[in-house]
């Protein structure tokens, strides 16, 4: 069965404080992994797209790199403004328009 | 460019009653998909639409369904509710749904069955 798992369910870290979010994955053929980010209230955004292993993409602060296994996301001297919860999905090939989400990592950034 | 509009916000319904949710996508995009997000379950696909043609089904019960129009927006419907159905309800578009294709979220629509 395919399956998304993401770790550690909650982060707490003090402002400049870097960190990693994990997200393992367990598919029978990949297509692409995706990372959001969603706030209380709203729909997910989308952050990046990664689409085979050793691939590595940026934007600001965040880093998100892609093994055969699981994905990392990096985030280096997070602000307040961070603070939402990551979502990691996975597209399986043969599978249209479903992705396959994990339950999220829900980071607290304290000034 | 306007991103993907969901209506209504929110909703409460009572039990047994049925809803339905609409969902504009982005202008070009052809295909629409939808989930289901709950505290405890987190977001699981219902359906995904393409050229007014449901394509993929995840594991809901036939209360659940959907269906496209000709202009790509898309609206699904829940018949006899549940309280398990409280929910928030995400509509994403994405240009064709095949190949690696980013799908964009709406703001969703909040469910209260009571």
């Known amino acids: 069965e395919d399956q998304v798992t993401q770790s550690p369910e909650a982060l707490r870290l003090q402002e400049g404080e870097s960190s990693s979010l994990n997200c393992s994955y367990t598919?029978?053929?990949?297509?692409?992994l995706f990372w959001y980010r969603q706030d209380p209230g709203k729909g997910p955004e989308f952050l990046f797209t990664?689409?085979?292993a050793g691939e590595e993409k940026e934007k600001e602060r965040l880093k998100a790199t892609l093994t055969k296994k699981e994905s990392f996301l990096h985030i280096t001297a997070p602000k307040p403004e961070d603070s939402a919860t990551y979502l990691c999905?996975?597209?399986?090939?043969?599978?249209?328009?479903?992705?396959?989400f994990g339950k999220g990592t829900k980071l607290s950034v304290k000034p | 460019k306007a991103g993907v509009t969901q209506t209504p916000r929110y909703l409460i319904k009572t039990r047994g009653q049925q809803v339905t949710l609409s969902c504009s996508p982005i202008s070009g995009h052809r295909s629409v998909s939808w989930y289901q997000q709950t505290p405890g379950q987190g977001l699981q696909f219902l359906f995904e639409y393409f050229s007014e043609t449901q394509r993929n089904k995840g594991n809901f019960p036939g209360r659940f369904s959907g269906r496209q129009f000709s202009n790509s927006r898309s609206e699904m419907n829940v018949s006899t509710l549940e309280l398990g159905d409280s929910a928030l309800y995400l509509c994403a578009s994405s240009l064709n749904g095949g190949g690696v294709d980013t799908q964009y979220f709406g703001p969703g629509t909040r469910l209260t069955v009571l």
């Open positions: 990664l689409y085979s």
């Open positions: 598919v029978s053929g990949l297509r692409g």
């Open positions: 999905a996975v597209q399986v090939r043969g599978s249209q328009g479903n992705l396959i």
